[in-house]
């Protein structure tokens, strides 16, 4: 067991098997419930007339803590992608962005005081909560959606996909050789105007009305089949290739969606930051420069 | 032929070629025989393009061809032009199947009847040996091949490849991969399923036969062939199938019946043992030299080097120093004494029992893989729990164990001609104990793979080996203050057994009560519960079995059988009991592990009516981790798929700490219950990489990490050994703009690996980078760890260890 300590000690925790909401018997939790509690006994203690706001120490404070999360927050992208050497855990920086997160609604709905109106401060509250309804989204999905990914998935991998819709649609050029013209027609649909991904629509509810695929499968139905000459061998053949291809293309749609819920909000998340990130220095600058 | 040569040189590898070449400069009569139609087949065959190194960089090259760095094209570009302009003597398709006659007076036959006459020989034919041949009527066809060069080479044709290992299953893949060659793809096997192959390679057959581009007969062998067909036996008969071309890889068998037909003696059984050798490379049989990988140099310098030094010997030049002085020189230079090296060489050989019996030829050539170290006294030679799998023999003075941590006072001596650091190098575990030199000291420090070659080589070393560990292994283990005295009789009785993967030493219910030391290897412990045996307990090696039954008597109450292929040293039970009655502290330190272990056995014991589904789910989740090779493993890298949500950011991280290339695929891999075991380095005890590394690149680090190092040759053995496919061969791509650069202006690829179009669009001539291995050095030298681990954003990406995964902790996910 000895040699274990020495590993456990150079590699901080690596090895702890937790995930982010967890991270740390949900330390970032419990310490963005006490800030709120703290900021909330302070706002009802103080209870100063005119109720405390913007204006005041208690309002300053609040409205400083606020600011310097949202730039942390701010900063997790970067912290992200910036493979530097030294202890951290982005799963630990995530863990605190997701609880100090949803703390900022508290701590900005108190530094407002309650005040709102038609100007760039309650902008800049309003675009600080979109930011946080989509992080909690996401938060959300992160939380439940892994699972369906993992079990769609299987033990097969998306270049596997790719791989094997493109060998079948040459088999289905090859098994096309021998039809008539009608039916090569319908296998083209299959093999020309199929789109994997499509549109965000597409991709996001997993409907592909359009679908070549699922066309020339019945296309090909309607067409008949049955028998036992060769033409009727070949049809046949195309068909199990189709409804092969089509098992795959379920497949890797149903991936796709997914993938898809896991990133979309974050092309909500990401640029309403940095809209808020303007919104709160106009904020700043005018309750410094014009009050 | 009847006028006879001087000299027959048999192989044109790099090791024939230059002695012919010598041979030919120094106006030696001579002939090269090779078998193939060109020479130098085993460089010959290796893939188009690929780039040759020329390590150990600084051994000179002592040859009258010229050799250095670069693509196999031009290398045998300059060889064929070398040996045509020296006017060496060649003869082509002539392979010697037989020699009779003795030093002075040999004759060479060659498989077509000619005869060739010599006075000496020289064999240089490799190690590749020859391709196991279809037997089948109609196997000698000329449509029959055994090698597959360039798989872009074949148009709609009908392949059929037979035998389905890797060589197999990668042919047939590289034959079916581009779909507009059109040609249709058929592996036979002989078995059912495929085991005999990698993981990777057989999951992309698989894929590869759903897609409809390969067909897969299982069950299946040739039968007969004809020009144009195959016939197969398959299970339900036989068939007749359209094909143009077989590509047969069922492997090959090694030249050394070979070369023992010829009297030369090898220096053991083992299959890794080499020929006898005298230091002018003169075999057993007199008149016969054996030179190159034969004689276990494979890097193409020493293989050049012995060929020219070979000749010279034989031309009567005995004295000639070989290439390798100067470095053996240097590294010996620090020693104090200052011996020349071929007294320091007969110094260690003598002093070190383990080395007594090597050659004056082993011995240079275990020097230059060693180090000879000298120790002031009190000199920390390596710490307790440092990762270190070497061998130390001490050749002068003696040094002190420090068997107990808390106390270092306490130690224990080893004197001169002994070895220590042996546990390292059996179990691959981490080293036990600090150990200090006591006077000055010099020592012989072994590297792993070269202790491994002479432990098979060289009987009696394998016996000391074994020997003294077997006794400090006991020793250490028990602990409790047994001296070496203590034990004499357990051991004089004791037994070193090699365990397959499966089988059991010890089985639930028995009434047996030896006891067992896992030595190498890893063992499961299993408990029948409700008709199905449920996963106990995970024992790595260094650890014991069966003291229950041993110090409480009563039936085993649980079987224990091999993860992996182990060994166990097996104690006597009546002799270790005799030892229990005088030793009442080894009872007590025996009874302290079996507490925590009873305490398993009972909370299985009190969850398994609530829980037999947990237990379930806990007994194949084991099962299928070490199925994985967790259970050889000494860190893996393990996907929560509960939690990933495909980010690949991990994959990103890698490549950006490592020179912009992955070292893992997260995709890819085997995944049971959620747990996805990804593309990547487990950093075995005993890693498989290792086996055949020509420039021996592959090192174990001091965090346990397995590394390879920059003399990578880029041979591909490692990538072939590996049986979790974690290698990749390929090279860094050009440098990308930094970070800030792409988030502010979009330059560049951005985080992680480019992709290839990139790779390509930047990429600059001339960089003098060729493909090497790349694989998982656990970010070793990267302040703060794994950085797969810390860039994962969910915590659905850990490395673990197996004694702490395969625990109870399973137990606790099997409940969320
Ligand atoms: C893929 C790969 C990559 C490698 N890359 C490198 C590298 O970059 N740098 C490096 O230094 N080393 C490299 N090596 C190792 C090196 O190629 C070999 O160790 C070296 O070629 C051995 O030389 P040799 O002369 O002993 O035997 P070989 O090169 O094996 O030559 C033996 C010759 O003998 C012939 N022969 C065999 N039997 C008979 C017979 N009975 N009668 C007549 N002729 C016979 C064979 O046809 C062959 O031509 C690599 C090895 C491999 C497999
Ligand atoms: C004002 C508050 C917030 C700001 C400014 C902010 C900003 C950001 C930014 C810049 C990123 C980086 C995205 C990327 O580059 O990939 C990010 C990621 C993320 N945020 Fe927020 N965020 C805020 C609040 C929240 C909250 C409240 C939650 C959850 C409850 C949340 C959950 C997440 C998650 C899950 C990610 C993605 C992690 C990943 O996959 O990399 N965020 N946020
Ligand atoms: S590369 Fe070596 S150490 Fe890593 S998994 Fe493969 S055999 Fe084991
Ligand atoms: S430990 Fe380091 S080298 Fe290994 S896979 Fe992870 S990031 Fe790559
Ligand atoms: S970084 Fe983590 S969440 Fe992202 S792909 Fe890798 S394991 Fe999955």
């Known amino acids: 067991m000895a040699r274990q300590a020495v590993r456990q000690a150079n590699r901080s925790d690596v090895r702890k098997h937790e995930g982010f909401l967890q991270h740390g018997g949900y330390r970032w939790l419990w310490i963005a419930l006490a800030l709120c509690a703290v900021s909330i006994a302070a706002y009802l203690m103080i209870d100063a007339e005119p109720r405390p706001r913007g204006g005041t120490i208690y309002g300053y404070t609040l409205g400083t803590i606020g600011a310097l999360l949202i730039g942390w927050l701010s900063l997790f992208g970067i912290r992200k992608r910036a493979i530097t050497t030294g202890v951290y855990s982005l799963k630990a920086w995530l863990s605190a962005h997701v609880y100090l997160g949803v703390s900022l609604l508290v701590i900005g709905t108190l530094h407002a005081g309650f005040h709102f109106g038609w100007n760039v401060h309650t902008l800049a509250y309003a675009l600080m909560v979109f930011v946080i309804v989509s992080g909690m989204f996401g938060a959300a999905a992160y939380a439940v959606l892994p699972k369906e990914l993992s079990a769609n998935r299987g033990e097969t991998t998306q270049r596997q996909w790719l791989e094997t819709i493109r060998s079948l649609d040459a088999l289905l050029r090859d098994a096309a050789q021998p039809l008539d013209r009608t039916e090569a027609d319908a296998v083209r649909l299959s093999t020309e105007q199929t789109t994997i991904g499509g549109s965000f629509l597409n991709r996001l509810s997993g409907q592909y009305p359009g679908c070549g695929n699922s066309r020339a499968i019945s296309e090909i139905s309607r067409l008949g089949r049955g028998g036992t000459s060769p033409h009727a061998a070949a049809l046949d053949l195309v068909d199990s290739l189709l409804k092969r291809k089509q098992a795959t293309l379920d497949q890797a749609r149903r991936h796709i969606r997914l993938r898809t819920i896991l990133e979309m909000w974050l092309y909500i998340h990401v640029p309403v930051t940095f809209a808020l990130l303007a919104a709160l220095t106009a904020h700043i600058v005018s309750v410094f420069f014009y009050w | ?816």
Not at chain 2, 56 to 68: G, K, M, N, S
Not at chain 2, 443 to 460: C, D, F, G, H, T
Request: glycine share 10%; charged share 25%.
């Open chain 2, 1 to 816: 032929m009847a006028d006879k040569v001087r000299i027959a040189i048999v192989g044109s590898g790099p090791a024939g070629l230059s002695a012919a070449a010598h041979a030919a400069k120094i106006g030696v009569s001579h002939v090269l025989l090779e078998k193939t139609d060109h020479l130098s087949d085993t460089i010959y065959s290796y893939q188009k393009k690929k780039y040759v190194m020329a390590t150990p960089t600084q051994l000179v090259l002592r040859a009258d061809l010229d050799f250095e760095a670069g693509y196999r094209e031009t290398i045998l570009d300059v060889w064929n032009k070398g040996i045509a302009d020296g006017g060496v003597n060649v003869r082509y398709n002539a392979e010697v199947k037989g020699v009779s006659g003795e030093k002075g007076d040999f004759t060479l036959t060659l498989t077509n009847g000619d005869k060739v006459q010599a006075e000496t020989i020289i064999l240089s034919i490799g190690t590749q040996g020859n391709p196991n041949l279809m037997r089948c009527p109609g196997g000698d066809l000329p449509h029959v091949q055994y090698q597959l060069a360039d798989p872009g080479a074949y148009i709609d044709e009908h392949i059929f490849i037979i035998g389905a290992g890797d060589a197999g299953i990668e042919n047939a893949l590289g034959l079916a991969a581009d779909p507009a060659q059109a040609n249709v793809v058929s592996i036979v096997n002989r078995s059912a399923d495929f085991s005999r192959a990698k993981d990777a390679n057989v999951t992309n057959l698989m894929a590869a036969r759903d897609a409809g581009r390969v067909s897969t007969y299982t069950e299946a062998s040739p039968a007969k062939v004809e020009g144009g067909w195959i016939t197969l036996e398959i299970p339900d008969g036989e068939t007749r199938l359209k094909c143009d071309r077989i590509i047969a890889r069922l492997g090959s068998s090694p030249p050394r019946k070979f070369v023992e037909s010829l009297g030369i003696e090898f220096t053991s059984d083992s299959r890794d043992a080499y020929p006898k050798l005298s230091p002018n490379f003169e075999t057993t049989a007199p008149g016969v030299y054996v030179i190159g990988a034969l004689a276990g140099y494979p890097l193409i310098k020493h293989c050049m080097n012995q060929g020219h030094d070979v000749v010279e010997y034989i031309n009567g030049n005995v004295t000639l120093a070989p290439a390798d002085e100067p470095i053996l020189a240097q590294k010996l230079a620090h020693l104090p004494g200052g011996l020349p090296v071929a007294a320091w060489l007969e110094f260690l050989r003598e002093k070190v029992e383990i080395l007594n019996g090597l050659s004056p030829l082993q011995m240079r050539e275990f020097l230059i893989d060693s180090e000879v170290r000298f120790y002031r006294a009190d000199e920390v030679i390596f710490e307790r729990n440092s990762i270190g799998s070497s061998l130390f023999g001490i050749a002068s003075g003696s040094v002190k164990v420090e068997i107990n941590a808390a106390n270092p006072a306490i130690t224990v001596p080893i004197s001169a001609g002994s070895i220590f650091g042996e546990v390292g190098l059996i179990s691959g575990r981490r080293r036990g104990s600090t150990i200090r030199a006591s006077e000055d000291t010099i020592v012989i420090e072994i590297p792993r793979n070269a202790a491994l070659k002479l432990m098979a080589s060289v009987k009696e070393a394998r016996d000391t080996v074994n020997r003294i560990t077997t006794e400090r292994t006991v020793l250490q283990i028990f602990g409790s203050g047994l001296t070496a005295h203590d034990v004499a009789d357990v051991l004089a009785k004791s037994e070193v057994k090699e365990i397959k993967p499966g089988e059991a030493i010890i089985r639930e219910g028995d009434e047996s009560y030896d006891i067992y030391i896992v030595r190498r290897g890893s063992m499961v412990v299993e408990r029948e519960i409700g008709g199905k045996p449920v996963f106990l307990n995970y024992i790595p090696a260094g650890q014991w079995a069966g003291e229950v039954s041993l110090v409480e008597g009563g039936k085993r109450n649980a079987t224990v059988r091999a993860a992996i292929r182990s060994e166990v040293i097996k104690l006597d039970g009546d002799l270790f009991r005799i030892l229990l009655n005088r030793k009442p502290e080894l009872v007590a330190r025996l009874r302290a592990e079996m507490s925590t272990r009873r305490r398993i056995n009972e909370y299985i014991d009190k969850e398994k009516d609530k829980f037999s589904g947990v237990l379930d789910y806990y007994t194949s989740v084991a099962k299928f981790l070490v199925d994985q090779g967790v259970g050889e493993a000494t860190d893996v890298l393990l996907i929560d798929e509960r939690l990933c949500v495909g980010c690949d950011n991990c994959e990103k991280a890698c490549a950006d700490a490592h020179d912009g290339l992955s070292r893992l695929d997260r995709e890819a891999g085997r995944t049971y219950a959620n747990l996805h075991v990804p593309t990547s380095c487990r950093h075995c005890e005993h890693p498989h990489c290792m086996t055949d590394c020509p420039p021996n690149a592959i090192h174990r680090g001091p965090d346990g990490e397995v590394f390879i190092d920059n003399t990578c040759i880029g041979c591909g053995n490692c990538q072939r050994f590996c049986p979790y496919g974690v290698i990749r061969m390929d090279k860094p791509p050009p440098k990308k703009p930094g970070l800030a650069s792409w988030l502010l202006f979009g330059m560049g690829p951005g985080p992680g690996e480019p992709d290839k179009a990139w790779k390509e669009a930047n990429a600059k001539a001339g960089d003098g980078s060729h493909k090497q291995a790349i694989k998982c050095d656990m970010c070793s030298g990267i302040k703060g760890g794994p950085a797969c681990v810390r860039a994962c954003p969910t915590g659905a990406a850990i490395r673990v260890s197996p004694e702490n995964f395969l625990s109870v902790a399973l137990l606790d996910r099997g409940r969320e």
